[in-house]
């Protein structure tokens, strides 16, 4: 009013918030959530007393004390402003109204342990290392494979000083592709879409995979190899810092003071530091398709551990037949991430089929693998039986019940379709059951 201007361009109104149960929170019902509880905690006396005094019905107060003991029997944890923040904004959907639910805030706490626990990671490999942050000449800029900035490109590492893996390409040009999608998010007001994007790049992309594979990559790759490696640790994560300072202020603040100084980026807070744009021209296909190849390996080793009954912390050998070069290439990181004692590749169909025996066979692109463990044939072919056997006998049972027209009749869509999934579930396994009978002979 006094200053004749407008005071905001934009308003974003979000959906209204609601209890756990698709109420409105109001006070004088018993059932709003102070924030402030939600960031610092509170103890269940202490929440009984706030939310009985000044209702709307006094005689209700029983009532609200019931619900609230049921629903935080030990009063409601410490969730941190950041997790509180990054929920709501996760939550903050077009349109729609929120059903508030403390598990969401649970599990943005733990994302937030996660980043500082990836953070602690990182300086613990890069902090006094070389990372490979100093300029190069430019006869080494103009050496193949190298931009103006010293990055290594897709037609190859530079040589002798920084060697990028194809594990460092991918999540530099995933990371591109990330910058634009929460662009188009904060672009749009898809503040869900913004706070999704950097959850799932850090915790699945850069943590879950990225940082598995840097441990090998720094354990046994040779100088030029792992100060790129730190290289780009460290530049991813001061990125990430950056990216995701709008959505968790708090922690990013306090971590990037320590990851800008490592990563030769230092200043005085994060909130005025440039926010990160997307580089298309960094996007590196090839790269991307070769992690997306090693991950649908280790998930090929995960699936025959389940069929085979083990354990994920049994380390077992992998025999592969077929795409020799790609195999031997990522045999120490598919080794590590996968649990295997060994990764043994096999030049001739002959020599694979006698080593491979009777273990079950996965086929992944041009490969066929399997995961070899010593077994008592005899003993084998009689549990297997046995097994397939009783999967028969609830085979008959359920499609005893199914031909039944009074059950039909009387029985609920939902149970009928759950005896109907029974069967095929059975009848699946029972096939696989009968495969592995069959390569045992």
């Not at 980026?265 to 398709?289: K, L």
């Not at 790609?326 to 990181?333: E, R």
Request: charged share 25%; glycine share 6%; hydrophobic share 40%.
């Amino acid at each position: 009013h006094f200053t004749g201007k407008v005071p905001f361009k934009h308003v974003y109104i979000h959906g209204l918030v609601l209890d756990a149960q698709g109420k409105k929170m109001s006070k004088s019902e018993g059932n709003v959530l102070d924030p402030v509880d939600l960031i610092d905690g509170i103890t269940l006396e202490p929440l009984l007393d706030k939310r009985t005094q000044g209702l709307r019905k006094p005689e209700t107060a029983p009532k609200v004390r019931k619900q609230t003991e049921k629903e935080f029997p030990e009063g409601i944890p410490a969730y941190g402003a950041d997790a509180l923040r990054f929920t709501f904004a996760a939550l903050a959907s077009l349109g729609r109204s929120i059903n508030f639910d403390c598990k969401r805030c649970e599990g943005y706490r733990n994302f937030c342990n996660k980043l500082w626990n990836a953070t602690r990671f990182v300086l613990m490999n890069c902090e006094g290392q070389d990372c490979g942050l100093k300029e190069h000449t430019k006869a080494e800029c103009a050496a193949p494979g190298v931009d103006a900035n010293g990055q290594a490109t897709a037609a190859g590492p530079v040589h002798g000083y920084l060697s990028f893996s194809q594990a460092d390409r991918w999540i530099s040009s995933h990371l591109q592709r990330v910058e634009a999608d929460v662009a188009k998010g904060f672009a749009e007001y898809r503040l869900d879409n913004v706070a999704n994007t950097i959850y799932d790049f850090v915790w699945n992309e850069f943590c879950d995979w990225y940082l598995e594979i840097t441990k090998v990559q720094i354990n046994t790759g040779d100088d030029a190899q792992k100060r790129a490696t730190r290289r780009t640790l460290i530049r991813t994560l001061e990125t990430i810092m950056r990216l995701a300072h709008p959505i968790i202020p708090f922690i990013t603040e306090e971590l990037w003071q320590k990851v800008s100084v490592v990563a030769g980026r230092p200043g005085e807070s994060v909130s005025i530091a440039a926010y990160p744009v997307s580089q298309p021209e960094r996007i590196d296909e090839a790269a991307e398709a070769h992690v997306a190849k090693l991950k649908t390996l280790v998930d090929a080793c995960r699936n025959l551990r389940g069929e085979m009954n083990v354990s994920p912390a049994t380390r077992m050998p992998m025999y592969v037949l077929g795409d020799t070069a790609f195999m031997q290439s990522v045999a120490p990181v598919l080794q590590s991430l996968a649990k295997l004692s060994e990764v043994k590749v096999f030049e001739t169909e002959a020599e694979w089929a006698a080593a491979a025996q009777a273990a079950p066979v996965a086929v992944v692109g041009e490969a066929r693998l399997c995961l070899f463990m010593e077994v008592d044939v005899a003993a084998e072919k009689i549990r297997l039986t046995k097994e397939a056997t009783r999967l028969e006998g609830e085979i008959t049972k359920a499609n005893g019940k199914l031909g039944n027209e009074a059950f039909v009749a009387k029985a609920p869509p939902a149970v009928i379709e759950q005896e109907k999934k029974r069967v095929a579930d059975f009848t699946a396994t029972v096939e696989k059951i009968r495969q592995q009978l069959q390569r045992l002979g």
